[in-house]
């Protein structure tokens, strides 16, 4: 057949193209996931081709109103994680309860069960165990006190003691002239006496229990009586006392009971009786509170020594 007579082609106009990339295969409608989101357009398979003219456009179906977002799948199962989660620790704690009283329960019953069951020998044995345990911790109680009171006598012991030692040292100090002391007491002014008399004062005045005392001249020189101290009458008037020359008039201080040394002193043929016939003068004077302030060296022992 020759060119001429070949007959017309058909028109393609609106055909699709010969590849299939752009057009499902078979005429398939195309159509989105209905799952999330909105929906999207879809197109009807294309018409025949028209032999009478091209082909109309295709019809298209009418859009519809996207719909309000659902909640996501990755929020609702952070949700419901956090409930699941906040459910399996309740879980858990009643679990862990349940169990801890179930398994104190079956030792329990066990050990009731144990010893329902246990022979009488052996319930002896068990007995006789547990009262030697209880004699031993109360031997241990009974010790623990005994070393308690032990130490807490010989705390106050110890404690005595040395409260006892430090009181008899104050004393010795005192009466030793080597401390200082001051209590109740009285004051004694003479003038115009010799060295006898104020002997014969020191004397009666420890009579009466004098315990502490000094004696002053009016120059400022002032001596701790003790009982080793001694008078004399000095050349030229005054008196030494314990190789310290003193003028007078002089100021005895003592400590004791003020009325009971005064009474001693005033007695008849006393000392101050005799201190008024010798042309002397006396005056007595009651404290609640003297010092006596003088103080001596302690002595030095060579030769004695404690006979325990």
């Not at 699709?16 to 990339?21: N, S």
């Not at 008037?237 to 310290?244: R, V």
Request: hydrophobic share 35%; charged share 20%.
């Amino acid at each position: 057949m020759s060119d001429d007579e070949k007959p017309d082609e058909l028109p393609t106009a609106g055909r699709k193209p010969a590849h299939t990339g752009d057009t499902p295969a078979n005429g398939a409608i195309e159509m989105a996931a209905a799952d999330e989101g909105p929906t999207v357009e879809t197109a009807r398979p294309a018409p025949p081709p028209d032999p009478e003219g091209p082909t109309r456009p295709l019809d298209r179906v009418p859009e519809e109103s996207p719909s309000p977002d659902p909640v996501t799948g990755a929020e609702s199962g952070s949700v419901l994680r956090r409930k699941m989660s906040g459910a399996g620790a309740l879980i858990a704690v009643l679990l862990a309860l349940f169990g801890f009283t179930l398994v104190v329960q079956l030792r329990s019953n066990n050990d009731d069960e144990g010893l329902a069951t246990a022979r009488q020998e052996d319930l002896v044995r068990i007995l006789s165990d547990l009262e030697a345990r209880d004699s031993r911790l109360q031997s241990e109680i009974s010790a623990l006190e005994t070393s308690q009171r032990q130490l807490t006598s010989g705390v106050a012991g110890r404690q005595a003691a040395l409260d006892e030692a430090d009181r008899r040292t104050d004393e010795l100090g005192l009466l030793a002239g080597t401390l200082p002391g001051r209590g109740t007491g009285l004051v004694i002014t003479v003038d115009k006496v010799k060295a006898s008399a104020i002997l014969n004062a020191v004397q009666e005045l420890r009579g009466a229990g004098g315990e502490v005392m000094q004696i002053a001249g009016s120059g400022g020189g002032t001596v701790r009586i003790v009982a080793s101290s001694y008078f004399v009458d000095a050349e030229g008037g005054g008196i030494i006392a314990d190789g310290q020359r003193l003028t007078g008039p002089y100021v005895l201080t003592v400590i004791g009971v003020p009325q009971t040394m005064q009474t001693a002193l005033q007695i008849p043929g006393g000392v101050v009786a005799s201190v008024n016939s010798g042309g002397g003068s006396v005056t007595l004077e009651q404290r609640t509170m003297v010092e006596v302030t003088a103080v001596r060296d302690a002595t030095t022992l060579r030769y004695a020594r404690p006979a325990s």
